[in-house]
């Protein structure tokens, strides 16, 4: 046995299609200790998320965390379930079919087949599976496959994480696929509009914070020192919507959230810094956190409860989270674009309808000339 995974009889007449793969970080199935446990102890057991050695970490995951924290955060995860489930994973199957829709839409204003391209959603951890979702593009005919990280800004903990399992499941088979991959897209300018305009679209409703704060996920401080560009791009995407928004630098703050552990991760710390303003008589704060594309645990429970009741708790007077991108028209219309444009190249008639087009061209070019 060779061990690669069995191919499906390759045929000439096949409808061959590209693929383009969503893909975010996870969540558990349920907002239950047994639930969450999976989840954690897949996610912390990736290389790319805790890098310390393994006969060092492995015991204190299995005998530590694993006993303690999923009864903590399964009551968080609880906190923020809907009736559609995990907030991220409902979100991402909304992103995934919107972008399919305006996908194909695009695909047929450019004389090209709508169902051309097919969306796929997967998480890095937890499902449905990156495996699985590939393997559903693979038997839809897609032999060529655009993997989108959802994760503006690059780490080695996140995109990095995420492209190793869509490489490992490549590796298994006997077709191995096309295979391009977006790393990061923090300066995008389509995604940058979209931020401000989720932001201004608030304002409008709400009115003007004292003071505006952009939330970034942590990560060790270790990261930076070791090259990962991430904290660099997460400054750059603020700088960007600070401009959109037309902010000077005193009227706005980034902070960075979901620190784990005792070692030092990047600076400011989002709740010591809500504190801090609070005490300082800011009265009201509005967070927004442009790192994530799709609201989940840590925008709506970390932020939008534990953070606010740190600054309400500090004598802060009035405390605003700010919705996600989610799926405002402005960020489906930015993500088709960031698609499209990493997809020239891939994007070509079948061959029988670029002969029609170059039969076309001729008698076109030939009644110029007479």
């Known amino acids: 046995m060779s061990g690669f995974l069995p191919e499906p009889p390759f045929r000439h007449d096949r409808q061959v299609r590209i693929g383009v793969l969503l893909v975010n970080l996870g969540t558990p199935d349920a907002p239950t200790p047994s639930a969450v446990r999976r989840y954690l102890a897949e996610f912390l057991s990736d290389r790319r998320v805790v890098e310390i050695p393994r006969v060092l970490w492995l015991p204190i995951l299995h005998g530590v965390i694993l006993r303690i924290r999923p009864s903590r955060s399964a009551k968080k995860y609880a906190a923020i379930w809907t009736s559609e489930g995990s907030p991220l994973l409902a979100h991402g199957i909304k992103q995934k079919t919107l972008l399919m829709g305006y996908l194909g839409q695009r695909l047929k ?8 391209a097919q969306v796929e959603l997967a998480m890095r951890y937890g499902k449905p599976t990156i495996a699985d979702a590939m393997d559903r593009l693979k038997a839809a005919g897609c032999e060529r496959i655009l993997v989108v990280p959802l994760f503006p800004q690059y780490s080695a903990s996140a995109t990095a994480a995420a492209l190793d399992a869509v490489f490992a499941h490549a590796q298994r088979e006997r077709r191995m696929p096309g295979l391009r991959t977006i790393d990061c897209f923090h300066d995008d300018p389509g995604y940058v509009r979209a931020l401000a305009r989720t932001v201004n679209d608030y304002w409008t409703r709400h009115g003007r914070p004292d003071r505006f704060v952009m939330s970034f996920h942590g990560l060790p401080r270790r990261s930076l020192d070791l090259g990962d560009p991430y904290h660099c791009q997460c400054h750059k995407t603020a700088r960007l919507l600070a401009v959109e928004l037309g902010l000077e630098p005193a009227q706005y703050l980034v902070t960075f959230q979901s620190r784990f552990g005792r070692a030092e991760w990047l600076k400011p710390y989002t709740q010591d810094s809500l504190v801090r303003l609070a005490k300082d008589g800011v009265g009201r704060v509005d967070v927004a956190c442009p790192g994530f594309v799709a609201d989940c645990l840590e925008t709506l429970e970390e932020i939008g409860i534990e953070v606010k009741q740190a600054f309400l708790g500090a004598g802060g007077r009035e405390f605003h989270a700010i ?14 674009d960031l698609v499209v444009s990493n997809l020239r190249g891939w994007l070509a008639p079948p061959p029988d309808a670029a002969a029609r087009q170059m039969t076309q061209l001729r008698a076109k070019t030939l009644g110029a000339r007479q």
């Open 109 to 116: 204003d450019e004389g090209l087949p709508s169902d051309m």
């Open 323 to 336: 919705p996600c991108l989610n799926e405002h028209p402005l960020w489906i219309a930015a993500l088709v």
